[in-house]
Structures are given as C-alpha cells and as structure tokens.
C-alpha cells in the first residue's frame, strides 16, 4: 500500500524559512515523479513543484519560484521542499503527490498533508 | 497557464439522484483530464483519469465524459458516501491546474 506522510510543518513568521518532508513507502520511490500540491484553508489545490525521478528536472508555480527549493533523496525514499522568504500567502496544507507512470502531471497518491501557518 | 472553470461551486442532491459536475478547459487539453474527491480534512483521491477512465477500486456509478474542452463528472446514482467537493485537473501542460471544486452535499 502507497504511504505518504508529510511532516515539518507549523507557525513561522514572514521572511522566515521551513523544510517540509515527505516519506513513501509502498512503491518503488525512485521510478516516480514526486510533487507538491498545497490548499489554503477552505481554498481549492493549486499546485507548488515538481521532481523527476532521477531530479534532472524540477518544475515551479510562478508564485513560489525563486522562494521554494524542491528536492529528493532516494536513497531514504524522501521528498522535500525548502521554503524561503515565507509570505502570509503561503499558509496552507501541504501535501505530497505520487506522480503516475503513465503520464506527467497526473497525481495517483496523496499524502495526509501538513499545516504551514505564516503569521507574525 | 490553462484556466479550469468548474460548475457549479456547490450542489444538493437526494440519495439515488444522477448528478453532473462539468468543468471547462481555456485551450485544448485533449483527454488529459482528471477528476478528484476530496473529503473534509483528507487528502484527495483520484476518481477518474484520461477524462473517462476510473481510477483503482472506484465504484462504476462514477463516470466521466469529454466533448472538446468541456468535461463532465456524473455520478449516477447518489450514495451517502459521495459528499465531500469534486475538484477537475489538467495535465495536459505545466504548469498542472485545478478547477475551484464542486461542494457535493446530500440532502
């Protein structure tokens, strides 16, 4: 059974950085494209970045580029996202994504997400 | 960015009812649409993939439809279970966009 847990979220102030988590079990971690997508509270899901398998291409929203840094280690089965230069507009739940194989974009697993708050 | 525009926002409908969410594409996406549920304070889950094709253990009620770049959800009989708001996704181009959701809730 695909687990994702995702974790480091909590209260920062603006400007502020944080590192969330993510860590699958279930499948074979390094075949899949990996994503972060994040919803404001009572808000729609709007998707935040993107990872290739072997990390040779990494993707951003326009709202986040420059700010988060998506990344991933295989080897421990672990997807993360530095989060720099936090702004109020970036609280929300963020949750991980299991990409399908059969098609980019396509988002097959989610994780249970955890709670960023960006609040002075 | 490819804009989807999902309607309605929220809807009532009685066990056993055939219900339709429809979301509109700004460009043609082909067939690469998704549906998701999600249910309040659980992630989403994938319904139905490729505008028509259901995802792993998803009951046969759900459907999904395409014509251009209008795409349809239809639930045809209502179960208790099928609350929670619908949500449609592109993946036809980065980057991956989601309609604002349809709030599904049983009378």
């Not at chain 1, 603006?14 to 009572?42: E, I, K, N």
């Not at chain 1, 398998?53 to 998506?70: C, E, H, L, N, P």
């Not at chain 2, 992630?43 to 995802?55: F, N, T």
Request: proline content about 4%; some cysteine; aromatic content about 12%.
């Amino acid at each position: 059974e695909v687990q994702l847990a995702e974790s480091g979220g909590g209260l920062v102030p603006p400007g502020r950085s944080l590192r969330l988590s993510c860590a699958a079990s279930g499948f074979t971690f390094d075949d899949y494209g990996m994503h972060w997508v994040r919803q404001a509270p009572g808000q729609g899901l709007e998707w935040v970045s993107g990872i290739f398998w072997d990390s040779r291409s990494v993707d951003y929203a326009g709202s986040v580029k420059g700010r988060f840094t998506i990344s991933r280690d295989n080897a421990k089965n672990s997807l993360f996202l530095q989060m720099n230069s936090l702004r109020v507009e970036d609280t929300a739940f963020y949750y991980c994504a299991k990409e399908s194989l059969y098609k980019r974009g396509l988002f097959e697993s989610w994780g249970q997400g955890t709670l960023v708050t960006v609040s002075s | 960015d490819i804009q989807m525009t999902q309607s309605p926002s929220t809807l009532s409908a009685s066990v056993g009812d055939r219900v339709t969410i429809t979301c509109r594409a700004s460009q043609s996406i082909s067939s690469w649409l998704a549906w998701y549920q999600q249910k309040p304070a659980k992630a989403p889950k994938l319904l139905i993939y490729e505008a028509s094709r259901l995802g792993d253990g998803v009951p046969s009620r759900f459907s999904g439809s395409r014509y251009g770049t209008e795409f349809t959800l239809t639930i045809s009989s209502l179960q208790p279970d099928d609350f929670g708001t619908f949500y449609c996704q592109q993946y036809n181009s980065d980057p991956w966009t989601f309609g604002h959701g349809t709030k599904v809730e049983i009378k």
